[in-house]
């Protein structure tokens, strides 16, 4: 029978809903069953890609022994920490905390105030590797919490209390400025694989953020070492099996230093990010593999995420069936040369296995290779790779697939807007223009309420329960502010304004800090507030972006204040943790670039108008925002739809961009040369 996840609208809690434990979500009514029972919450979060979530799941949760102890002696909540950061992050603080180290499966007992008292991670259900089984654990905890109840109360305070008297140093006073920036660069080259590309050792994960940074400050300042950093980490990861050599898109993380071998899940907000990173690659230096690699990734969301809603669904999971029946990871994209040779025939198995690096030990598990593009040089048959390309994907597209975690994420569909909008603009193609914005209409018709409120996540068009947090406002919001500089549409430039709006009166506190949840959101043991970024950028960081994007279009002196306000942090952590705030640190870049603001006038649909408005959007100038329209008074309410437009008009009777930065304009422009000059020149 069903347990109560039965109606989520999670993929992740769906496929809890007809285990044999008796599953709660994540709801008062589950801490107020604990309370009148006396027993002890377990607190399980995970989420649908989680390779490790599905062995837990099969080994305990599954199993009917298991579940009768689970239900006889604790209240068993289910979260996915997808559809709930904000609990996930304050647990997971205190699992980090306690152990050292946190991942998914979490596992957290909790009492029935939500006070956290013993933790872990994944369970095996066999004593492992010093581990205890999951059986052992659930005896110890109800032992402890029927045998010596003042023990585990003291403890659970003593974390509560620690975790509260955590304050965050802001930064003191100040936006990051020149030093800054040179000392986080400097603290990258330090931590740079000079190898292999890349930050840090194994597991290595896409530094899309950090890159974002590099180009930027390479643009405003000429240091080509960034420029260098950015280019060999995108090769590499492009070359390496992180990249889907076949299908495009990219996997969630490298297990070794050379990008060899992934963790195959592919997750929407890894591939929106880098595909907007490998297009701005290719604006700042031309590079071919950069243009292929950014248009493959684009079209591997919109083939293989987009939901029929005009969305984009969260992820790929990892493990797939093999062909036995058994669901394995990578088996959906790993080769054997004798697969190969079965798809290909002999000659251009062995042309292919050259090609992709696959060899007869393998380079994976059970003899089979990653696909990869290990030769840096010499000439190959374009037609034959391509050949050989499509029948390849031809005949991995008959194996089982992956399963869709099909929810809607607003933040990471902000993220995916940016990318394609700006990808289709700086390629010419306007089917990727027309899904970020199919997307944007989903967001604002199913996710946004009339008060302007931003739910977190849908599903098959029904929106979630859960409360947006910060960055689905300010991820949200800097893909409306593409999506407003490549269509020239001023009402995403008004929507964006009133998703910053609600973060600067509910989610931001003294000094400019900022709350990764509303003032009035459901109260957790800890208000969660973190400026680093993880596999995305920070909440904080990405307001800040979009608030001196908004400032930037609007001229709005509160919008720019809260960006400055909320870039202290970065101050702070930028020379010290660069990794960890790359996206505040190109903020940082555009911030001391003013950022510039163009505004191209001219008829729609003219020549001239086109290509200014496109070589405004290709200029290199850090975070410069882009407005293109009629001339004032020409547009039929009479007034433009973006306020740089004002009081702009035509020269001579032609299209004209202008360009200001921190109050100053140059001379008007009908010439794409010069205006691409002014957007690139360095100061």
């Not at 909540?77 to 699992?95: G, I, L, N, Q, S």
Request: charged share 25%; proline share 5%; hydrophobic share 40%.
């Amino acid at each position: 029978m069903p347990n109560r996840l039965a109606k989520a609208t999670s993929p992740y809690l769906l496929q809890h809903a007809d285990n044999p434990v008796d599953w709660w979500p994540w709801t008062p009514e589950a801490f107020e069953e604990a309370r009148r029972r006396d027993v002890p919450v377990l607190l399980s979060v995970g989420y649908s890609a989680c390779h490790w979530c599905h062995v837990m799941a099969h080994e305990s949760f599954e199993d009917e022994a298991t579940a009768e102890y689970l239900n006889a002696h604790f209240v068993s909540v289910k979260v996915d920490r997808e559809e709930r950061p904000d609990v996930d992050a304050v647990y997971m603080e205190a699992v980090q905390a306690a152990t050292g180290q946190g991942g998914w499966p979490m596992t957290v007992f909790l009492n029935a105030e939500g006070e956290p008292f013993y933790f872990g991670t994944y369970f095996p259900p066999a004593p492992r590797h010093g581990m205890p089984s999951f059986r052992q654990v659930l005896e110890g905890v109800h032992s402890a919490w029927t045998e010596r109840r003042a023990e585990v109360g003291e403890v659970a305070g003593r974390i509560v209390g620690e975790l509260a008297g955590r304050s965050l140093a802001h930064g003191g006073e100040g936006v990051p400025g020149e030093e800054e920036l040179a000392q986080a660069l400097l603290a990258l080259t330090r931590d740079y694989d000079q190898k292999h590309g890349g930050f840090g050792g194994a597991p290595k994960f896409p530094a899309s953020m950090v890159v974002e940074f590099l180009l930027r400050h390479h643009a405003r300042t000429g240091a080509e070492g960034a420029l260098q950093m950015a280019s060999d980490t995108c090769e590499a990861m492009a070359r390496g099996g992180i990249y889907d050599q076949l299908g495009g898109g990219f996997a969630r993380y490298s297990v070794d230093r050379g990008w060899v071998v992934p963790h195959f899940e592919k997750m929407l907000y890894d591939n929106a990010l880098l595909c907007r990173t490998y297009a701005r690659l290719w604006r700042a230096t031309g590079s071919d593999l950069a243009r292929r690699v950014a248009l493959e990734t684009a079209d591997f969301m919109v083939r293989e995420l987009r939901t029929a809603e005009g969305g984009f669904a969260s992820a790929l999971d990892a493990d797939s069936e093999d062909g036995t029946g058994k669901r394995v990871e990578g088996a959906y994209y790993v080769w054997t040369p004798g697969q190969l040779a079965d798809v290909l025939g002999d000659a251009d198995a062995e042309f292919a296995a050259r090609y992709y690096g696959v060899t007869e030990e393998g380079t994976f598990e059970k003899g089979a290779s990653v696909l990869q593009l290990p030769q840096g040089e010499g000439v190959v048959d374009a037609a034959r790779v391509e050949s050989v390309r499509q029948r390849l994907l031809a005949a991995r597209d008959t194996r089982p697939r992956p399963e869709r975690d099909d929810k809607v994420v607003a933040a990471w569909n902000g993220l995916a807007i940016a990318a394609l909008a700006e990808t289709g603009a700086y390629f010419g193609r306007p089917d990727l223009i027309e899904r970020a914005t199919e997307a944007a209409d989903l967001l604002v018709r199913v996710h946004l309420d009339e008060t302007t409120r931003l739910a977190r996540t849908s599903r098959d068009g029904r929106v979630g329960a859960n409360a947006g947090v910060l960055e689905d406002y300010g991820d949200v919001a800097e893909g409306f502010l593409a999506l407003a500089g490549v269509t020239g549409e001023g009402v995403w430039l008004d929507f964006a304004g009133f998703l910053l709006d609600s973060i600067i009166e509910r989610f931001t506190g003294e000094g400019g800090a900022l709350y990764d949840t509303a003032h009035d959101a459901e109260p957790l043991i800890r208000r969660p507030q973190d400026p680093t970024d993880n596999a995305t950028p920070s909440g904080w960081t990405a307001a800040a972006g979009a608030l001196l994007s908004y400032a930037a279009h609007t001229g709005s002196e509160a919008h720019r204040t809260a960006a400055e306000g909320a870039l202290g942090v970065v101050k702070a952590l930028g020379p010290r943790a660069p990794r960890f705030v790359g996206w505040g640190l190109a903020v940082a870049e555009a911030l001391l670039d003013g950022p510039r603001e163009v505004a191209v006038v001219g008829p729609r649909g003219d020549t001239a108008t086109a290509e200014l408005h496109r070589t405004a959007l290709l200029g290199t100038a850090p975070g410069a925002v882009v407005a293109v329209g009629e001339p004032s008074g020409q547009e039929a309410s009479g007034e433009p739809e973006f306020p740089l437009l004002a009081d702009r008009p035509l020269v001579d009777g032609r299209a004209a961009a202008y360009v200001c930065r921190g109050f100053v304009c140059s001379m008007p422009t009908t010439e794409v040369d010069v205006l691409g000059e002014q957007l690139t020149v360095r100061v």
